[in-house]
């Protein structure tokens, strides 16, 4: 353990890219040539080739070049707890295999409760946004089946008495919204149509006037509302709906209103943000994962129920593990698997818990507020800059921008976007995504680490700069005849040591 822990600290201090830039058919022959059928080799070796197979080709979240997806950097409190949650095996399902971990974290569940405004409510870690997400519309659509149909529950998930309830259903979001809300509704049995998009504004947050529209639409096609999802941090724009306003509507029509603030939900701890996520208490359920904007390592995501009765349909009992019985007694141990889609649990809590022992709540919002604040110095700088496009603001910490040098026209800019993400990504220099949005691709950074500085980000650009110029280079020798190779060639910009061009 000790060696590893050296190995690691080791590559942090001297990792210069971040990604191994190394060719994935080596990558791939590397990973077929160890033989998993042989005898062991021993802890030391095993683990001395697993840092060269694995750590060697990482990549690299904590590096200021790693701007693309949403993975931060991890707070190291939280790397340690990690170690010692895995060592001691802790299962959170039933309270005979945790004790003391089970009522940490009813008390991290309570205290998210608390800062969303849900007195009396409840929660559940998950491992992830998307089974949060799913969770959440579970329980939208079975509580809601329970008042539509005369059912009695026993124990175990409600089941609708008439087939036809379900094609009836519908779920309403935007087109923002994230994917993993469809594949729920394809999870949940729901009609192929059951995702209703709402109309959002120019910025791309939800109308709550459209949305208005869209449930009287619906009740006039004698469908049923299932769910409204509003999203607090949408994944391309990190724009937050209009909550307060989304909110107002639903309770007006009794609709299960749910919020996805998985990138969003810790700008409940930011000093200078949390407005941002006004009204976000007036919802039936909220998903957050920490593994995002708290800096946690996968995984550690929650999802939270204003009203905990609501979670009776997940209730279910089996004598080997949570007999009903003994559920009746006052004394009744506190078994989360009452509550969980999982049976088998990590006690991913500990994580969070150590970090906000060790760092302080507060400290967590200050550096939520500072990737935010980054990210508005990268939009300013991007506008004053005559080669570079910006598309709106955010209210997060991403940044749509692509290159669009005065050379070039519409169509080779769009082209340009996924190839400089690619030859980025392949020099192992500096790590952007790509999306689209309304048909036209975007180069997107996406700032969760709070040590990057604006300096890092320029140096970046200069890569994004570099290499577009590289590749319409390229494009002008081929089209004078002097290279041979295709229209998609993506000639890798001479960088020096410290990343710039």
């Known amino acids: 353990m000790h060696d590893v822990v050296d190995s690691l600290g080791d590559r942090f201090r001297t990792t210069a890219r971040t990604a191994s830039a190394k060719d994935r058919s080596g990558l791939q022959a590397a990973v077929d040539s160890v033989d998993l059928d042989t005898t062991g080799v021993g802890n030391a070796e095993a683990l001395r080739e697993v840092d060269a197979l694995y750590a060697d080709n990482a990549v690299w979240f904590h590096h200021p070049s790693y701007v693309a997806h949403l993975n931060c950097p991890v707070a190291v409190p939280a790397v340690a707890a990690e170690a010692m949650l895995a060592a001691i095996n802790t299962s959170v399902d039933t309270y005979d ?17 608390g800062h969303l405004g849900f007195t009396g409510g409840d929660g559940i870690f998950t491992s992830g946004g998307t089974q949060s997400n799913l969770q959440a519309l579970f329980l939208a659509r079975e509580n809601v089946v329970a008042g539509l149909v005369d059912t009695t529950h026993r124990g175990g998930p409600t089941r609708p008495a008439r087939p036809d309830l379900l094609s009836r259903m519908r779920i309403l979001a935007t087109d923002q919204a994230h994917f993993s809300v469809s594949r729920a509704a394809f999870l949940l049995g729901l009609d192929a149509e059951a995702v209703v998009t709402v109309p959002t504004d120019v910025t791309g947050r939800m109308d709550a006037e459209a949305l208005k529209a869209s449930l009287l639409a619906i009740d006039a096609n004698d469908q049923i509302p299932m769910a409204v999802v509003a999203t607090a941090g949408t994944t391309d724009l990190g724009v937050i709906d209009p909550l307060e306003a989304i909110a107002e509507v639903c309770e007006s029509v009794g609709v299960w209103l749910h919020v996805d603030a998985a990138y969003g939900g810790g700008l409940l701890w930011a000093p200078r943000r949390a407005h ?19 800096f946690q390592p996968v995984s550690s995501s929650a999802l939270l129920i204003r009203d905990g009765s609501l979670f009776g349909p997940t209730i279910h009992h089996h004598d080997y593990l949570n007999p009903e019985a003994e559920a ?8 989360q698997v009452d509550k969980s889609l999982q049976t088998t649990r990590r006690f991913d ?6 970090t906000l022992r060790a760092r302080g709540a507060s400290e967590i919002g200050t550096m939520i507020d500072t990737v935010c604040d980054l990210a508005a110095d990268v939009r300013q700088l991007l506008d004053d800059q005559g080669d570079f496009e910006v598309l709106g603001t955010s209210d997060l910490s991403t940044v749509l921008f692509r290159f669009t040098p005065a050379i070039a026209d519409a169509q080779t800019c769009d082209e340009l976007v996924p190839l400089i993400r690619r030859v980025l990504f392949r020099s192992g220099r500096a790590a952007v995504a790509r999306t689209t949005i309304d ?21 970046v650009l200069d890569l994004v700069r570099a290499t577009g110029h590289g590749i319409l280079a390229g494009r002008t020798l081929e089209n004078e005849g002097e290279l041979g190779t295709s229209a998609t060639a993506e000639p890798v910009p001479a960088m020096t040591e410290g990343g710039a061009a």
């Open 349 to 354: 809590a500990l994580k969070l818990w150590t």
């Open 276 to 294: 941002l996520l006004n009204g976000i208490g007036r919802a039936t359920s909220v998903t957050i994962d920490f593994h995002k904007t708290f």
């Open 97 to 113: 295999q945790s004790e003391v971990a089970t009522l940490m974290e009813r008390r991290l569940i309570d205290w998210t409760c």
């Open 328 to 335: 009746q007694d006052d004394d009744a141990e506190p078994n």
């Open 439 to 459: 048909g036209t691709p975007w180069l997107k950074l996406t700032l969760l680490n709070p040590d990057t500085s604006i300096d890092d980000i320029t140096a």
